[in-house]
């Protein structure tokens, strides 16, 4: 098996050159070739066949092979950046809570080791995509910042609705941290007495109820995970995941980072902005006002959101 | 492709040096310069107005050839093309190269009628700025506003206003006399009148004739010899003369027995300087259109259908347009605020942006 590994490993090299894609990042390079592979194949299938590709192996052998091969490729190049993410957190923040039980280089440790056995799920995986580019861009010190020197309903809902009395570079901090767990929500695992089968967030996304009880148990058993982090964090990187209509009004930093992920997912970095059109956060803000309901974002952190980014001309 | 670009630039440095020969063609007059620079002024007037009839003729003969000469005249402002080459060269520059050639050095009083037609003539070396148009194109580039519509309306309307100018510049001078040739002929009239004077009075003087003309012209200042009986009276001052007066600059009036010879100088640079204020005039008006018109234009027309069409035919282009409040109920902000606010939200929710990839691309796979 071990010949055909270099041929599949040429072939996803070979995906990965297509100009529409090689420009992209490792992530979504990933996703657009597993796409791929998932709309493609029947025909996939017969085309292995051929002395050209895989004669003589299964498809689902080599399907299996190429979905290995990307997510080698994808962790090696994403990690470092994620790395370097980690170590840009001031984790002061959580030092405080345990009153300097652990030390914020403690934290980078655990972070580190912790993120490179999440980043091997697919989906939490996928999630770093907008992650990475919201670090990248310094959205969450530009919104925040402006949000809190402003006392913007942003910052309403932050601090006095959410009764989280963090500084301005402290809350960012905070909101990074989230960002770095909110992957967890796609891990399976037996939850009982909710399920004695492997769940993940997927499974309650559409019951309230026991969304509820899956939300306290997955983030008690995440606690245990990572001593020094509070369950409390956990169930709210968990909750960013979730739409507004499934959120308490305290779930505050949740609704907001659920805004900013979906902004960053499919981040477009515009060159040049033609003479006579909006800036691309107002823009985005603008129209997402419009389909707040229907992809459930908040839409008074919106209408926030699109004052601060016109106001400033993001 | 490459010789074409070359010659493009070529022809629109040659605009840029027919603008400022035709400036200083009058500039020249009004500051006085000296013949042999405004012969070169007559001369390189000559080869550019030679350079664009040929250019003319190159451009209808290629259009001629693919049959759409109509095209280029009427549609491509090829008339603008040739108002601004073949007319100037025989009526203006042609002439003016001749008489130059030929060593003609005054005009006499029978020729004056000549000279007048040609002032009418020479209404029409204004057409050159006309070629200032086709330069729009490259004020667009400086200015950030290469929107083929921006600049083909820029082009229409500052086509019509100069053209326009033009056309009543021309129309002044067949319809009207110019106030200076009139000063011109008062003043020819004011020398046979004391021509007359002289020899009336001769008579009863004891001062000959000679005596009595000297005494009355030798203060004139635009007179430069005066010849009575075939003897100077007074005479040229040669070196000045012919330093500063070329053939148009000196006027011969005959009258009986007496020939004056007076400057035309101070009027023609009156005339110049009239010249000049409607060169100006016609610059301002086309770098006013291209730089504040084609700019108003194209932010409240060109970049807003410019984003709107980007927007509906690439699916990951999102920005919406920026709506000016002073024009939100014109149509084409309409069509925006329905693209921003209708259109870009339907669109994101139907339109799928993630990146396909075909089983053609796989195929070329070597293996």
């Given at each position: 098996m071990s010949q055909y590994q270099e041929k599949v490993s040429s072939f996803v090299s070979h995906l990965l050159s297509n100009p529409g894609i090689q420009n992209d990042c490792p992530i979504i390079a990933e996703q657009t070739v597993l796409n791929f592979i998932s709309t493609n194949r029947e025909k996939l299938k017969e085309n292995f066949k051929s002395p050209?590709?895989?004669?003589?192996?299964?498809?689902?052998?080599?399907?299996?092979?190429?979905?290995?091969?990307?997510?080698?490729?994808?962790?090696?190049?994403?990690?470092?950046?994620?790395?370097?993410?980690?170590?840009?957190?001031?984790?002061?923040?959580?030092?405080?809570?345990?009153?300097?039980?652990?030390?914020?280089d403690?934290?980078?440790?655990?972070?580190?080791?912790?993120?490179?056995?999440?980043?091997?799920?697919?989906?939490?995986?996928?999630?770093?995509?907008?992650?990475?580019?919201?670090?990248?861009?310094?959205?969450?010190?530009?919104?925040?910042?402006?949000?809190?020197?402003?006392?913007?309903?942003?910052?309403?809902?932050?601090?006095?609705?959410?009764?989280?009395?963090?500084?301005?570079?402290?809350?960012?901090n905070y909101l990074k941290v989230l960002l770095l767990l909110r992957g967890s929500a796609f891990i399976k695992e037996e939850l009982p007495p909710l399920s004695n089968s492997k769940v993940n967030i997927v499974n309650y996304k559409n019951d309230q109820r026991l969304l509820e009880q899956y939300l306290d148990l997955r983030s008690k058993k995440f606690a245990k995970v990572l001593p020094g982090v509070t369950a409390e964090i956990f169930d709210m990187a968990i909750k960013c995941n979730l739409p507004a209509t499934h959120l308490k009004p305290e779930d505050a930093s949740a609704r907001f980072l659920y805004i900013m992920s979906q902004r960053f997912q499919n981040y477009q970095d515009y060159k040049k902005i033609d003479r006579g059109a909006e800036t691309p956060d107002k823009s985005w803000f603008s129209i997402m006002r419009k389909n707040a309901k229907y992809y459930g974002f908040d839409k008074r952190l919106l209408e926030d959101l699109f004052m601060l980014a016109g106001d400033n001309k993001w | 492709m490459r010789k074409y670009k070359l010659l493009e630039n070529f022809i629109f440095l040659c605009i840029i040096l027919v603008l400022v020969q035709t400036f200083l063609e009058d500039f020249s007059v009004v500051r006085s310069w000296s013949v042999d620079k405004r012969n070169i002024l007559i001369i390189s007037g000559f080869v550019f107005d030679l350079i664009f009839s040929i250019e003319f003729v190159v451009r209808s003969i290629a259009n001629g050839v693919n049959r759409k000469f109509t095209d280029y005249f009427v549609n491509r402002r090829g008339w603008v093309d040739f108002l601004s080459s073949f007319p100037l060269l025989i009526l203006n520059s042609g002439p003016s190269l001749l008489v130059f050639l030929a060593g003609v050095n005054t005009v006499s009083l029978t020729g004056f009628g000549i000279v007048n037609a040609l002032k009418v003539v020479k209404a029409i070396r204004v057409t050159r700025i006309l070629r200032l148009i086709r330069i729009i194109k490259i004020f667009g580039k400086i200015h950030n506003t290469e929107s083929a519509m921006a600049q083909h309306h820029t082009s229409v309307i500052t086509t019509i206003s100069v053209f326009s100018i033009i056309l009543t510049l021309i129309m002044f001078s067949v319809l009207f006399v110019n106030p200076y040739s009139q000063i011109m002929n008062d003043k020819a009239e004011h020398y046979k009148k004391i021509a007359d004077t002289i020899l009336e009075t001769d008579q009863d003087t004891i001062l000959t004739v000679k005596e009595n003309a000297r005494l009355h012209f030798k203060n004139q200042k635009d007179l430069l010899r005066v010849v009575y009986n075939e003897e100077d009276l007074i005479p040229y001052n040669e070196e000045l003369a012919s330093e500063y007066h070329n053939f148009e600059d000196i006027l011969v009036v005959k009258h009986k027995n007496f020939e004056f010879h007076f400057s035309l100088l101070g009027i023609h640079a009156k005339t110049a300087f009239q010249q000049l204020q409607n060169f100006f005039i016609i610059i301002v008006l086309v770098l006013a259109f291209s730089f504040v018109y084609t700019r108003h234009f194209a932010q409240s027309i060109s970049d807003v259908m410019h984003i709107v069409n980007k927007g509906l035919r690439k699916k990951e282009y999102n920005l919406q347009v920026k709506i000016d409040e002073r024009y939100e109920d014109h149509a084409v902000y309409r069509i925006a605020r329905f693209y921003n606010e209708a259109y870009l939200p339907a669109k994101i929710k139907k339109v799928n942006t993630k990146k396909e990839l075909s089983l053609k691309d796989m195929m070329n796979f070597k293996g």
């Open positions: 050209q590709f895989f004669a003589g192996v299964p498809a689902s052998t080599i399907f299996q092979m190429i979905a290995e091969d990307l997510r080698r490729r994808t962790i090696d190049s994403v990690l470092p950046d994620i790395e370097s993410m980690i170590e840009s957190i001031d984790f002061t923040f959580l030092s405080d809570i345990y009153k300097g039980k652990y030390s914020p403690y934290y980078v440790q655990i972070f580190k080791k912790y993120i490179k056995e999440l980043i091997i799920n697919a989906e939490a995986r996928s999630g770093f995509n907008s992650s990475l580019n919201i670090i990248k861009s310094n959205a969450l010190e530009r919104y925040v910042g402006i949000s809190f020197a402003r006392h913007s309903p942003l910052y309403f809902e932050l601090v006095r609705v959410q009764r989280n009395n963090l500084h301005t570079e402290e809350y960012v | -």
